[in-house]
């Protein structure tokens, strides 16, 4: 067993429990956990799981990020992945000077970003993994989604090297290996939900698939090539294409929940259409993507899971 650290500078202003919140989304999430104080996650890297602290000191407007990692014989190459995931995952070097002075210019917006100050637009550590939040949170409700996905990660994911009870990683591909629908469905997923995950999760193994690879096209293209996957529809691709991808345009139109919190934001009577979402966050335009997590910490802060 092994520790590195290392520290990590946002650009300003960010808040780690705001962005660490729009990461987990619910309390039940155990794949990424948030005490209030630390930020902890179970990465794979190099087909070994190793698990980030992280701790911010310095207020928004002077952050600074503390990072302590853990694994068996950890390298100075697995600690520097390590870093680069974080910064991925957090958003760190997302300079939202110019979503700021939009949200000046908009009296609906403006309290609502101020708000949530500090936020940034959180990503998953991979696209398979974005593919896969979607894939287990399609026609459900959130929580029911989260729940499915920690399960997954305690059966199929890699534990920590820190603890046999320890967390677990979310699973990569390579873990799906030998999986089998039977085993999914146990925990929960449907019969074509988990044909879905060992089918993608196959293709990538065989080299057949690179959902990296997306980052290189357009929305358009990169969300046509993900609705050829069988069991992949537009709620989930353009999921993926905010949340995996992070493309900050994207308000998922077909995600339901989304759809009342901007009505209900915007004092809408009638209930919003796919259209009406596009139509609604046209003036937030290259930001809507970042207006969807805005609203997401809104409900969360309801709970009370926010002070």
């Known amino acids: 067993m092994s520790q590195r650290s290392f520290s990590i500078t946002p650009v300003p202003p960010f808040r780690l429990d705001l962005t660490a919140w729009a990461l987990r989304r619910r309390p039940e999430n155990a794949i990424d956990r948030w005490d209030g104080r630390t930020y902890r996650r179970v990465l794979m890297i190099d087909s070994q799981a190793v698990e980030v602290a992280v701790h911010q000191s310095g207020d928004p407007d002077a952050p ?13 190459r697995q600690a520097e ?9 957090l958003g760190v070097r997302k300079d939202l000077r110019p979503f700021y002075r939009l949200a000046t210019s908009d009296p609906r917006l403006q309290p609502l970003v101020d708000e949530f100050r500090g936020l940034k637009p959180p990503q998953f550590p991979t696209v398979f993994e974005a593919v896969a939040n979607g894939i287990a949170c399609q026609q459900l409700s959130l929580l ?13 994911g890699v534990i920590s ?20 629908v ?55 691709a353009e999921y993926v294409l905010l949340r995996g991808l992070g493309r900050l345009d994207i308000f998922p139109g077909d995600d339901i929940g989304a759809r009342k919190k901007l009505a209900h934001f915007l004092h809408k009577k009638e209930p919003l259409d796919y259209d009406g979402v596009h139509r609604a966050v046209a003036d937030w335009q290259p930001y809507a993507g970042l207006v969807y997590f805005h609203l997401l910490l809104a409900r969360i802060k309801k709970t009370g899971a926010i002070v």
């Open 161 to 180: 090297a820190r603890s046999k009870d320890g967390p677990h990683a979310f699973p990569s591909p390579t873990e799906f290996c030998g999986v089998e």
């Open 144 to 156: 029911v989604g989260i729940l499915l996905l920690s399960r997954l990660a305690h059966e199929v």
């Open 64 to 76: 600074h990020l503390e990072v302590l990692a853990t694994g068996f014989r950890l390298t100075v």
């Open 81 to 89: 992945v390590a870093r680069v995931l974080l910064e991925r995952m």
């Open 182 to 236: 039977e085993a999914l469905k146990s925990l929960g997923f449907s019969t074509n939900k988990s044909q879905t995950l060992i089918d993608v999760s196959s293709a990538i193994r065989d080299r057949h698939l690179n959902l990296e690879s997306l980052v290189t096209l357009d929305n358009q293209a990169a969300l046509e090539q993900l609705v050829k996957l069988k069991g992949v529809g537009r709620w989930t």
